[in-house]
Antibody
Framework: EVQLLESGGGLVQPGGSLRLSCAASGFTFSNCAMSWVRQAPGKGLEWVSAISGSGDNTYYADSVKGRFTISRDNSKNTLYLQMNSLRADDTAVYYC??????????????WGQGTPVTVSS | EIVLTQSPDFQSVTPREKVTITCRASQSIGSSLHWYQQKSHQSPKLLIKYASQSISGVPSRFSGSGSGTDFTLTINSLEAEDAATYFCHQSSNLPRTFGQGTKVEIK
């Protein structure tokens, strides 16, 4: 059974940093591209970042480019999102989601349960 | 950036009615359009991939159609458990984008 378990969310002051993690199981992690998608309170879904299965290729939404860094440790089956210079509009539930294959292509076939991030003083 | 516009934003429907949700892309995306269902306080779940391809385990009352810029999600004979928000998502171009969502309420 595929499982994606996010952690690391919480309350942080504007300008602060957080590191999110997503522990994966039930599939061959290194074979699958992964992504972070966020959802602000009462709002829709916003794609944040993606990384290929090998980790060689990374992609970012303009809204987070230069502030967020996606990475993965295939030996630990874990996806990360390092978030720096956080702003109030980064407040959201952050989901990790997987693609079927190693490339950043197609639909997300599984999603985690999400971890909430609140940026507030 | 490809903008996806869903309509309607909200729909209140009686059980066993048919529901139709549309998703229009700001430019052609071929068949690279996928649909998700998000129930209250849950994460999204994949319903339909590549505009019309069914997903194992998803009830057959859910179907999709379309290509290019205009897509449709149809729920035949709505059931109470289908109360949710439905999102379309394009995988044609980066950045990946989603529609704003359509909330379906059961009357």
């Amino acid at each position: 059974e595929v499982q994606l378990l996010e952690s690391g969310g919480g309350l942080v002051q504007p300008g602060g940093s957080l590191r999110l993690s997503c522990a994966a199981s039930g599939f061959t992690f290194s074979n699958c591209a992964m992504s972070w998608v966020r959802q602000a309170p009462g709002k829709g879904l916003e794609w944040v970042s993606a990384i290929s299965g090998s980790g060689d290729n990374t992609y970012y939404a303009d809204s987070v480019k230069g502030r967020f860094t996606i990475s993965r440790d295939n030996s630990k089956n874990t996806l990360y999102l390092q978030m720096n210079s956080l702003r109030a509009d980064d407040t959201a539930v952050y989901y990790c989601a997987k693609w079927v294959g190693g490339a950043v292509a197609g639909p997300f076939d599984y999603w985690g349960q999400g971890t909430p991030v609140t940026v507030s003083s | 950036e490809i903008v996806l516009t869903q309509s309607p934003d909200f729909q209140s429907v009686t059980p066993r009615e048919k529901v139709t949700i549309t998703c229009r892309a700001s430019q052609s995306i071929g068949s690279s359009l996928h649909w998700y269902q998000q129930k209250s306080h849950q994460s999204p779940k994949l319903l339909i991939k590549y505009a019309s391809q069914s997903i194992s385990g998803v009830p057959s009352r859910f179907s999709g159609s379309g290509s290019g810029t205009d897509f449709t999600l149809t729920i035949n004979s709505l059931e109470a458990e289908d109360a949710a928000t439905y999102f379309c998502h394009q995988s044609s171009n980066l950045p990946r984008t989603f529609g704003q969502g359509t909330k379906v309420e059961i009357k």
